[in-house]
């Protein structure tokens, strides 16, 4: 399986005196079971590349490909294509509106056709994957907490059993309990099922910790498409375009200015323990060494 953007460029109000482009000649190749973040400010065009990867925007200029077929085919099934790849907006509201948790649920699985019992099937699997007591499931999802809505979207899409998990910005206005919640959940499944995750996110750290991969926007280009300890290694060109490196990069750049043989690709705070503490049980052995040298 694979999503491939070839010099997909997209112009808002086309024509008008609002003409913006959003996306510049957008070149990529996405790979099956990858775990990508997606990073850039606000207007880099993040939410724009994403909403073209199910086709819910069409290219204005440019080809986009799925498992080696042309999505803009006229004969090529896009609603089809948004059950393969499924796209949890950040704001949960937007994709709930049935009058019961379970219900919502089950309205993907109704729309590809299938009978009420599959749905149902899918419901049960889908909500219990997510964590969600089932003392909820027939409570009206408006009334649940942010952190529980955006586990219902999630939800919803997971019930059409998608090759591609898009995840936009899900944990904006949690508490750090939710969001890690929604983050560990995400991983799991990505392990469990290889699915493909991409992740959108301005938290530098929620991207370093689970991603294997990042691409960075910027005014509607892809400015960087690396591994994080590659990425995060530009903090500097990162700063010139709003963003930042996480803030443990920092650390270990200053400690390394101040004489310690540190890991400065360390990016997440594992990394960063481990590369510490190398340097220090080296220096220990060091001085166990010589302090045997002096006695000898």
């Known amino acids: 399986m694979s999503i491939i953007l070839d010099k997909v460029n997209y112009i808002y109000s086309q024509g008008t005196a609002y003409e913006s482009?959003?996306?510049?000649?957008?070149?990529?190749?996405?790979?099956?079971?990858?775990?990508?973040?997606?990073?850039?400010?606000?207007?880099?065009?993040?939410?724009?590349?994403?909403?073209?990867?199910?086709?819910?925007?069409?290219?204005?200029?440019?080809?986009i490909y799925y498992n080696g077929r042309d999505i803009y085919e006229e004969d090529y099934n896009r609603k089809?294509?948004?059950?393969?790849?499924?796209?949890?907006?950040?704001?949960?509201?937007?994709?709930?509106?049935?009058?019961?948790?379970?219900?919502?649920?089950?309205?993907?699985?109704?729309?590809?056709?299938?009978?009420?019992?599959?749905?149902?099937?899918?419901?049960?699997?889908?909500?219990?994957?997510?964590?969600?007591?089932?003392?909820?499931?027939?409570?009206?999802?408006?009334?649940?907490?942010?952190?529980?809505?955006?586990?219902?979207?999630?939800a919803g899409v997971l019930a059409m059993k998608p090759e591609v998990l898009i995840l936009d910005?899900?944990?904006?206005?949690?508490?750090?309990?939710?969001?890690?919640e929604i983050l560990q959940q995400a991983a799991a499944m990505h392990q469990e099922s290889n699915m493909t995750v991409l992740l959108v996110s301005h938290s530098?750290?929620?991207?370093?910790?689970?991603?294997?991969?990042?691409?960075?926007?910027?005014?509607?280009?892809?400015?960087?498409?690396?591994a994080p300890k590659e990425v995060f290694g530009h903090y500097q060109e990162l700063e010139e375009v709003g963003l930042a490196a996480p803030q443990v990069a920092y650390l270990m750049h200053e400690l390394k200015q101040h004489g310690l043989p540190i890991d400065t690709g360390a990016t997440t705070l594992e990394e960063a323990q481990a590369s510490i503490l190398q340097v220090f049980s080296g220096r220990g052995r060091n001085q166990q060494q010589g302090t045997k040298q002096e006695m000898l």
């Open 21 to 63: 482009h959003a996306l510049r000649d957008v070149n990529l190749q996405i790979g099956d079971g990858e775990f990508i973040g997606v990073i850039g400010h606000t207007g880099s065009g993040k939410s724009t590349l994403i909403q073209h990867l199910n086709g819910l925007l069409k290219a204005t200029s440019g080809g």
């Open 204 to 226: 530098m750290e929620d991207v370093a910790e689970y991603v294997g991969r990042i691409i960075v926007m910027n005014q509607g280009s892809v400015m960087m498409d690396g």
């Open 169 to 180: 910005e899900p944990t904006a206005g949690l508490d750090p309990k939710g969001r890690d």
């Open 80 to 154: 089809e294509l948004r059950s393969k790849v499924g796209l949890v907006f950040q704001y949960p509201e937007h994709q709930l509106f049935e009058s019961t948790i379970f219900e919502d649920v089950c309205f993907g699985p109704k729309n590809l056709g299938l009978s009420k019992k599959e749905a149902e099937l899918r419901a049960f699997a889908a909500l219990r994957s997510i964590g969600l007591p089932e003392e909820y499931w027939y409570q009206s999802p408006f009334e649940l907490s942010g952190g529980q809505k955006r586990r219902v979207a999630i």
